[in-house]
């Protein structure tokens, strides 16, 4: 079954978003999640929550949360036709659930979601090693678009959350919380 994700949901949630996490993490993705990246997830998910343009889906079976899928709307802006946009940042069934449907359920009532508010296009970012994410995304009609290289200049693991407060104090923007669907 899917259905909503609620406030109640979001630790089993969150459980899963450190498992999808570490799969893609072991499927090319290059940054690395922080010691109390989920956390900070399970927080801003919450505060996402009462969004109209947010999207959290869970998939249920024998009353258990074994897969999830969030998502954003976001405007693109003039300098591209169809400017309404979204993005699905994560999306993880659970191994022993796979093959079953549930992504393709998850993936089609977020279509439907985004369809009844407008929007023009939806976006995945897929890690590079990861062949049945794309297999997965092909079946279901999806294309695929751009290729993101990223080279790292810092390796040390400094206090990122003094950086972050320090960089916004200069003007950086928090990037929304993104990722890898
Ligand atoms: C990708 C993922 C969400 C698919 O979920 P799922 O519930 O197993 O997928 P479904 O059963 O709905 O499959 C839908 C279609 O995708 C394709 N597909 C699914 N698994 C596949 C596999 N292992 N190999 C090739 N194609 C596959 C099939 O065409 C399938 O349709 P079919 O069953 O009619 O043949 C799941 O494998 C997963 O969570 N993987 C780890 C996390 C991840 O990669 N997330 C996506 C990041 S972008």
Redo the contacts with the bound molecule.
Sequence with gaps: MIRPGQIEDLKRVSELWHD?YE??QS?GMILRISDNAVEIWREQMLSRLSQRTNVLLVAESDGDIV?FLSGQMKILGDLFIGGLSAIIQD???APQ?????????LTESAVSIFSDFGIDSIE????HR?E??L???T??GWHPEIIQVRRMLSLSNKDTKSTTQGLKTLGFAQKANRT??
């Design positions: 999808l799969h893609e499927h897969g999306l993880y069934v659930n796979r093959g079953a449907g549930l992504g393709r359920m995945v970012q897929v890690a990861n049945v994410s297999a997965f995304w079946a279901l890898i669907g």
